[in-house]
C-alpha cells in the first residue's frame, strides 16, 4: 500500500496540495485537470499527466476528485464512468450532502465503489499534523486505502450514510463562520477605536479559547432538547445586555450586521417564556419544520 498508484482529477489550489503529499510520499501519481498547464510543477515533482480523464481514471485503482463543485465533478466523470467501473473514486469536493448521496447513488448504478471525504485543511497544511478529513461511504474501500488517504492528514470515518462526511464538513465550516464573523466584528470596532490590534489580539485570542469550553455543554442541550440544565448565564440576561453589543458598534461607525440575526432570536426566544433557558434554546427557533 506503500506505493499505491494515485489519480487526482482536479489541480486548484487544494488539488495541488493533495497531489504533492502523495508525491513526495512515494505514490506513483497521475494528473488531470482542464488545464493542462497546471500539472506542469507537479510533472517536474515526477507525476504523469493525462491527457483526458478516461486516461487519468485508468491509471489507477484510487481516484481522487477535489473539483470545483458537484456539478463539475458529475460534469468530468460521466464521460469516464467506463472506466471508472471496479475502481474506488473518493470525492474530496465540497458540497451538500444531498449532492453526496446522489453521487453515490450514480456511482453505485456504474459499479464505482464510492467514498465522500471533506477536508479540514486549507491547501498549506495538507500533510501536516493540523489537518483532518472525514469520510463516509464504502467502509471497506475506506479502510482498505486508509494508509493512503493519511497521506493527506488524520483520516476520520464518520459513517456509511455517503452524506455525512459532507454534514460534518459543512457543520464545522459553519462553526468556523461563525467564529470568523464574530472575529471581524470586533476586530472592526476595536479597530476604528484606533486600539493597536497587537494589544487587542492576544485578549480576543484567550477569551474565544476560553469560551470554546462551553462547546461540550451545548452540544449536550442541543442533543437532549433541554435547555434549562446547567445554566450559566440564562437567555434573558443574555437578551438585556446584547442590545449593547449593536449599539457600540454603531457608535464606532460599525454595522451590526452579524449580530442582529442573532438578537432576533434572543428576543422571540425570549418573549415566548424561555427566558430561564441557556443561550442554546435559540436552536428550537432555528429548526425548519418538516
Known sequence: MSNTPV???????????LATAFL???????????????ADPLVALGA????????????SELVIACIWDYASVEETLKP?????????????????????????AWADE????????????????????????????AREAFDAYLPVLE????????GT?????????????????GQFMGVMQALAMTSAAGVPADEFTPLLTAWLEAMAT???????QIASGDHSQHVVSNLAMQTAGYGNLLAASEEQGVRPVFHTALQELMVRRTAEGYGADDLTSIVELMKIEK
Open 80 to 104: 469516464a464512468a467506463a472506466a471508472l467501473k471496479g475502481r474506488t473514486l473518493v470525492n474530496l469536493t465540497n458540497g451538500t450532502p444531498g449532492q453526496a448521496r446522489r453521487m453515490a
Open 161 to 177: 450514510d455517503p452524506g455525512l462526511a459532507a454534514l460534518y464538513d459543512i457543520a464545522l465550516l459553519s462553526g468556523m463562520y
Open 151 to 158: 497521506r493527506l492528514g488524520a483520516a476520520r470515518f464518520v
Open 214 to 220: 462551553s462547546i461540550p455543554r451545548f452540544a449536550e
Open 48 to 59: 504523469v499527466r493525462a491527457d483526458d480523464v478516461v486516461a487519468a481514471v485508468s491509471a
Open 7 to 17: 489519480t487526482l482529477l482536479g489541480l486548484g489550489a487544494m488539488g495541488k496540495a
Open 110 to 137: 456504474h459499479g464505482i465503489t464510492y467514498v465522500d471525504g471533506g477536508i479540514m485543511a486549507i491547501p498549506p497544511g495538507i500533510g501536516t499534523e493540523q489537518a483532518f478529513l472525514v469520510y463516509s461511504g
Open 24 to 38: 513526495t510520499n512515494g505514490h506513483p501519481t497521475t494528473v488531470w485537470n482542464r488545464t493542462p498547464e497546471k
